[in-house]
Nanobody, 123 residues
Framework: QVQLVESGGGLVQAGGSLRLSCLAS?????????????MGWFRQAPGKERELVGR????????SYADSVKGRFTVFRDNAKNTVYLQMNSMKPEDTAIYYC???????????WGQGTQVTVSS
């Protein structure tokens, strides 16, 4: 019902900033629009489990974040552009990971996933 494509990953120095984008292609024949999907950003570092970095709800601008990124990362969405963003500031080497965009239907399970984009923070 929805395809997700991330962009914006790359190499950044510690203390720097990066913005990831996730463009959603929604099949409107199912009667859904981008605004009916909750969106999230996950990351997975080598040898570690995938973790939720931040999320934004489908029906409000409410966001939540992992403790490790609070105050540094911001998730926001532009429903007119079918895009969700992850603004990352004051980055640390431990932020190095593959970052994935995910979507759920109206707060349900994370059903849809992007292919991921590599983020590397050098010290």
């Amino acid at each position: 019902q929805v395809q997700l494509v991330e962009s914006g990953g790359g190499l950044v120095q510690a203390g720097g900033s990066l913005r990831l984008s996730c463009l959603a292609s929604v099949r409107t024949s199912y009667g859904r629009t981008f605004s009916t999907y909750g969106m999230g950003w996950f990351r997975q570092a080598p040898g570690k489990e995938r973790e939720l970095v931040g999320r934004i709800e489908w029906n409000s601008p409410t966001t939540s974040y992992a403790d490790s990124v609070k105050g540094r990362f911001t998730v926001f969405r532009d429903n007119a552009k079918n895009t969700v963003y992850l603004q990352m500031n004051s980055m640390k080497p431990e932020d190095t990971a593959i970052y994935y965009c995910a979507a759920n239907i109206m707060g349900g399970p994370w059903t849809y996933w992007g292919q991921g984009t590599q983020v590397t923070v050098s010290s």
